[in-house]
């Protein structure tokens, strides 16, 4: 890698748990919110010396914010995944897994590609690094549930993908997808990158 600043942005819809889970990895405090469209700013938190968390705000529908900020919203994040490119060490891609499958079945109806799919795929199409992938929210999803969001999931034509099943509430799975973050930062940028 050239540059020596390196980023790690978190992606995904307004509500998701994105800045839940920056929290969690960086120790960090930023509000959290129960409206979706609690972040709408980028916003970059130091994990350790020249790594940076990427707060992305979410793109699609936000509370009570008009269509033109939305689109203003998805605009800004195009931009930043295509000018850092050369900085992202892989991204992470969020989602709320007790409201997923409701919200692909209707969008199928219509006929539409969901926004987290075809984040995903441009993500991987304009960044060429990896994707992980958090269902979020397993604490209010059963076990039904879940396994209909993973064959969902598998259904799609997705790049190169890895899934974390967890909740931000409870911390199940916390942990896992945490030595996960630290073990591909650690491969791309060496063993000085493991004490955050
Ligand atoms: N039950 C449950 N709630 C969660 C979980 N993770 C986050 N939340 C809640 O979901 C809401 C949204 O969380 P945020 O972290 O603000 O979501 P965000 O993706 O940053 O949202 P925006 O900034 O609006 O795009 C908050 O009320 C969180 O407390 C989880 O695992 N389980
Ligand atoms: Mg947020």
Known sequence: MMSSKYLIPISGRPNAGKTSLLNYLSHSKKPVGKYAGTTLKLTLVPLIKNLYLVDLPGFGRITKRSKQIENDIKDEIITFLEDSSNQLLFTIHIIDISTFH????????KGIIPLDIE??????STTN????????KIDKANKTLVEQNLNLLQSYDLPEIEFFLLSLKSKDG???FRNRVKELTVKKLGARYEHW
Do not use: D, G
């Open 119 to 124: 984040m995903v795929q441009f993500i991987a």
């Open 174 to 176: 916390c942990r896992t």
């Open 129 to 136: 690094s990896p994707t992980l992938l958090v269902l979020n």
């Open 102 to 109: 409701f919200m692909v079945a209707s969008l199928e109806k």
